[in-house]
Structure formats: structure tokens, C-alpha cells
């Protein structure tokens, strides 16, 4: 193993008007269950790499970064507390298994019954319309450079400058994002199945091996707790760094030429 950049989703929403028939909808526990999964899914990722990423958080070696949203600063605090609780001389409170560590700039599953008139627009037909909505952010290859663009500019020049220098590059990076985002970087990979939408803690792991002096992106999907490997069209699954490189290159562009797009 040499490098990993994960790019997950947010694990809980709300909205400030909500309701629930028969009841006052408990909110908080709503988040505090979002709190749950995204804890849940560090302690995963803590077992999935025990031993490429130290017990022992430090800024060289992690960086975590979400969108300018309170629910996915919050899901990146859930989940860095699974994967690093404090240890040795990071313990600052006896009975407290927790650090503070830098973030940088739903009804079935909380057993809610919905009235029965809505089973005929909910969850398969809602969940297929919000498939063809997700779709259509990134439908082209003008549409993807948009939607997934940066971000894969960002990946490709981290793993590039953790091969060229790995001392000065972490070698485990995360993003805090949303549900759209991690559908159109499948779509744009040509991975995305239609019908399906990425659950709360949807996780998308992009690994960097080296083989014989030649570096490999591997890419794994978890979505309700299962994880798949895929592969990126015109690839294999031991996708060569150039080869991708290749693949992705009609669609990256900077920050400055995202704006640009956006603006014309």
C-alpha cells in the first residue's frame, strides 16, 4: 500500500419543518444515529488499514476535509473519532476516548412509518426519480467536468506528489461530501449502477499500490455496509496510474477553469 484519499458522504439530514403522523419527531435522534454510523465507519476504516495508517493521528500522515455544511463537518468529527482515538500521550482526559481533531474548509431506517398512500411513490419510485436527477448532473462530458472535475485533479496530483515525495504528502486523506457527489464521480468512472442511490456513510476508497515499481489505483464502493470493488471504464481493476490518467483527462480541469465553466 502507498497512499488512500476516501471520499464518504454525509450520514444524516434534517429538515427544520418536519413531521411524523402521530408523533413529535425526536430529532436528536435522528443525529445522534448519524453520529453512530459515521463512528461506526471509522473503526472500519481503522481495521481495513491498521497497518498502512498509525494508531497515532498526526497531521503528516491524515487530513480530513468536508463541505461547507454542518452535517458533513459533523459526519468527518464522527468518524475521525473512530479512527483515532487518542492514545499514549494524546489521552488528555481520563474515561474519555475522544481528541479533537482539525476538519478543514430517512424515514425506514429510524423505524418511522410513513401513511400508506405514500408506498406508491415511496422509497422505489422516489429512489428511482432522484437516480434520473443524479444522472442528469453529470449526463456528459461537459456536465462531468463540473460535477467531478476538481476533485479528480485533486486526486490525481495528491497520489502524484506522494510518489514524487512521500514524506511530504499524507498518505491518508478524506473528504466529508454528499450523495450526489459520490454518484457523479461513479458516473463519471462509468461505475454507477441506475436505480441506486449511495445510503447515509456511503464510502468511495481510492488506494494507490505499487507492483514492481509500477503504481496501481485500486477503488472500492461501501454502501450499507457492503463493499464492492470497481473498476473504471476502459480499465482493469489494478487500473495503472497512467492508464486512469488517461481515462479521466477530458475531464479534469482547475478550480479557476470550473469557475470559468460555470460563469459562461
Sequence with gaps: MAVRLILFTSAFAFVTSYYVPGSKSNLLSVIQVGKQQHYDLGQYARIRYDNFLSKKYTKEEFRVEATNSDRTFMSAASNVAGLFPPIGDQIWKIGLNWQPIPVFPVEIAFNYRLPKWTESVFPQP???????????????????????????????????????????????????????????????????????????????????????????????????????????????????????????????????????????
Design 126 to 264: 422516489l429512489t428511482n426519480l432522484t437516480s434520473i436527477l443524479f444522472t442528469s448532473f453529470s449526463f456528459n462530458e461537459e456536465l462531468q467536468k463540473i460535477t467531478t472535475g476538481p476533485f479528480l485533479k485533486t486526486l490525481i496530483e495528491h497520489f502524484e506528489g506522494y510518489i514524487a515525495n512521500s514524506t511530504s504528502t499524507q498518505k491518508y486523506k478524506q473528504f466529508s461530501c454528499h450523495d450526489i457527489n459520490l454518484s457523479s464521480i461513479l458516473i463519471s468512472l462509468g461505475a454507477y449502477i441506475p436505480g441506486t442511490l449511495p445510503g447515509f456513510a456511503s464510502t468511495i476508497f481510492f488506494e494507490l499500490r505499487e507492483i514492481n515499481g509500477i503504481h496501481y489505483i485500486n477503488i472500492f464502493y461501501r454502501n450499507d455496509g457492503i463493499l464492492i470493488p470497481i473498476t473504471v471504464a476502459g480499465c482493469n481493476f489494478d487500473c495503472n496510474l497512467t492508464d486512469f490518467k488517461n481515462i479521466v483527462s477530458n475531464l479534469i480541469i482547475s478550480v479557476e477553469e470550473w469557475y470559468a465553466v460555470c460563469k459562461s
